[in-house]
C-alpha cells in the first residue's frame, strides 16, 4: 500500500485528490496538509511514502516544506512530488534542488497522477510526463558549462554509463536494453551509485549530473 499525504491550501483540491488516489486499491490518502509547516509535521507523524506538495502555500511554502523533509534523516524514504501549475516555471529546478522526487501538473489526467505516485513510489520515475529531461537540462546549465565534479571519480566506468543514462531520464529496463543487463543489474548499480554520492534518489542524481558537467544539454554541445 502506498501511504499518501497531501498538501495543498485549497480543501477543494485536497477533496479532488483524495477521490481519485482513494478509488485505488494498492494507494491510501492518510493525512492533508494545508500549509508547509502542517505538511512537515504530518510527515513526521505519519510517515507517508509520497507527498503531493503545493509551491505556493500560506507561511511555509512547498519549496522550503520540501526542503525540511529531505533533509530529515527520518524521512528518508519518503518522496515529494511536487504539484505545479505550468510544466514550464521558476519552481522546478528550485525544487529539485530542495529535494523533490518528481513533478505533476495540477490539470493532469487521473491516470498519469496515479501512475507517476506508483513509479516515484519506487524510484523509477523522475518526472511527470509533461515536464521533459529537456527542462532540467535548461535549468541546470543555463548559466555556463560548469566543470567536472572530483567526486565523480568515485564511480565505476559502468556506474558512470549508468548514471548518464539515468540522468537522460531512462527507466532501469530502457538501461537495462541499452547496456545488454538485466533490470535487477541496473537498480544495483544505481543504488551504489546514490550511496556514492550522497544522492537521495534518482532525481538527485540528474541534478547532479548536470551540475557536474557529466551530461549536458544538446544545446550546449
Known amino acids: ?42 510527515a513526521r507523524e505519519l510517515g507517508p511514502d509520497i507527498v503531493l506538495m503545493d ?22 524514504h519518503v518522496k515529494v512530488i511536487i504539484l505545479t501549475t505550468y510544466d514550464v516555471d521558476d519552481y522546478i529546478y528550485t525544487a529539485l534542488r530542495a529535494g523533490a ?13 496515479i ?6 513510489s519506487r524510484g523509477e520515475a523522475l518526472l511527470a510526463p509533461s515536464v521533459t529531461r529537456k ?22 566506468g559502468r556506474e558512470r554509463e549508468v548514471m548518464t543514462l539515468v540522468a537522460e531520464g531512462l527507466s532501469n529496463e530502457e538501461i537495462a536494453d541499452r547496456l545488454f543487463l538485466s533490470p535487477a543489474t541496473v537498480k544495483t548499480h544505481a543504488s551504489r551509485i546514490m550511496t556514492k554520492l550522497g544522492a537521495r534518489d534518482r532525481t538527485q542524481l540528474v541534478v547532479i549530473a548536470y551540475e557536474s558537467g557529466m551530461v549536458t544539454p544538446g544545446w550546449m554541445d
Do not use: C, W, Y
Open 135 to 156: 527542462l532540467i537540462a535548461e535549468f541546470a546549465t543555463r548559466s555556463r558549462r560548469p566543470a567536472v565534479s572530483p567526486r565523480l571519480n568515485a564511480l565505476t
Open 55 to 76: 509551491v505556493q502555500m500560506p507561511g511555509l511554502n512547498g519549496l522550503d516544506a520540501t526542503r525540511l523533509i529531505a533533509e530529515d534523516p527520518a524521512l528518508a
Open 115 to 120: 501512475h507517476g505516485i506508483r513509479v516515484v
Open 1 to 42: 500500500m502506498i501511504k499518501v499525504l497531501l498538501a495543498d491550501d485549497q480543501a477543494l483540491v485536497r477533496a479532488g485528490f483524495r477521490a481519485i488516489l482513494d478509488g485505488e486499491d494498492d494507494i491510501s490518502v492518510v493525512g492533508e496538509a494545508s500549509d508547509g509547516e502542517h505538511a512537515v509535521r504530518l
Open 101 to 113: 522526487g518528481g513533478f505533476l501538473l495540477k490539470d493532469t489526467e487521473p491516470a498519469e497522477m
